[in-house]
């Protein structure tokens, strides 16, 4: 099978092929992936604002301008046709009219778009009808389709295939060198890797962890983040807690490549968000064998077997999430970071990755064939 896997998305400020190539981790692992599954042949054809090309392991990366993006992807003559986001309807539309019949398209979703998006009747009748020129769509939890489907804008006999967004090629490293590296400390260490913002919830995973110093006091939470949107209210309720004085570290933004020491420094990871198309931070921590303790949304709960490894907690429920703490620290610690790893490279690695979007694939390459 030849893949052909398309990006509309091209940041403003990349003007180099290798250094786009460099920030698109995810556009490359995954082509990698598939190559790794057994496909003949995969292709990248990526926007650009000039024509360039450039091979990496075998995968052919193609660079176009958007008004030559479909015309490439063509040329490429693909048994089917990836395409990165569902913010692009009418791209997609318009991509199905200039490819032969039995090329099939599956379009996967990257937490960008959303069916209740308050737009106006005729609009989504149009993105109703855009949407038809897919043959599946790919989400990282199966679940997150259905608001999708109950608003019509998938046709019914399109296939939804649940195949995770992203992985992580993140190991463990020795716990004495990690907790030397990063400064992470505590009994048990706690870490938070994500934004500081209202969809993030971090003032309701700190109000949990204050309740949690009850039963742990030896404690710390170290925070680290890019988007500072709350970090005033975080430090000042921070600042106004006496159980919470010296037991919070906010460290900001850390650089991608130093993340696995934070990872492999703590004993338990915590997010309160309220909604991801993945969770690109929980999967690097599971690489690393820490113990989830993340909200009971549709892409955790895949991650995290449905709460089989690592705990649920309800969202905004600073109760819960205390309580999880609390026995999650209590637990056989090395035993969970060991069946974690194992099930990670089981059912979240980029191996695992690739089979399943193969899989996928091929599903839809025949469920194309049949209609015609």
């Known amino acids: ?64 301008p958007a008004a030559r993006l479909h015309q490439a992807v063509a040329r490429a003559q693909p048994d089917l046709v990836h395409v990165n986001g569902l913010i692009f309807p009418a791209r997609t539309w318009l991509l199905r009219q200039t490819l032969k019949w039995p090329t099939a398209i599956v379009v996967q979703d990257h937490g960008g778009a959303a069916p209740g998006d308050g737009r106006n009747a005729v609009h989504r009748a149009i993105r109703r009808r855009a949407l038809r020129a897919a043959d599946a769509f790919l989400f990282a939890a199966a679940e997150q389709a259905d608001a999708w489907q109950r608003a019509g804008l998938f046709p019914s006999n399109r296939r939804v295939y649940q195949v995770m967004e992203s992985s992580a090629t993140f190991r463990p490293m020795p716990r004495r060198e990690a907790r030397h590296a990063s400064g992470v400390d505590g009994d048990p260490a706690i870490l938070w890797v994500g934004r500081l913002n209202a969809n993030k919830d971090p003032l309701t995973v ?22 500072d949107d709350l970090v005033a209210a975080v430090r000042a309720r921070v600042d106004t807690s006496r159980a919470l004085q010296g037991r919070v570290r906010l460290v900001g933004r850390v650089a991608h490549e130093l993340l696995p020491s934070f990872y492999s420094a703590a004993d338990i990871f915590v997010a309160g968000s309220h909604r991801e198309g993945s969770g690109y931070a929980l999967l690097e921590a599971c690489a690393c064998g820490l ?81 015609w």
């Open 1 to 64: 099978m030849h893949i052909v896997q398309v990006n509309f998305t091209c940041d403003a400020d990349l003007a180099d092929p290798e250094v786009l190539l460099a920030r698109y981790r995810t556009l490359t692992a995954w082509s990698d992936a598939l190559a790794a599954a057994g496909a003949a042949r995969v292709t990248v054809v990526q926007a650009f604002p000039r024509d360039a090309r450039v091979v990496r392991n075998g995968i052919e990366y193609l660079f176009r």
């Open 291 to 371: 113990i989830p303790v993340v909200t009971d949304i549709p892409t955790f709960r895949v991650i995290t077997g449905g709460g089989r490894f690592g705990s649920l907690w309800p969202v905004e429920n600073s109760t819960a999430f205390a309580n999880a703490v609390v026995a999650a620290a209590h637990s056989d610690r090395a035993l969970a970071r060991a069946r974690i790893a194992e099930y990670f490279e089981h059912a979240l690695s980029w191996r695992a990755i690739g089979r399943d979007a193969m899989a996928a694939y091929q599903s839809a390459v025949a469920g194309r064939r049949a209609r």
């Open 206 to 227: 700190v109000a949990g962890f204050e309740a949690s110093l009850a039963e742990l006091p030896s404690a710390k939470l170290t925070m680290v983040y890019q988007a």
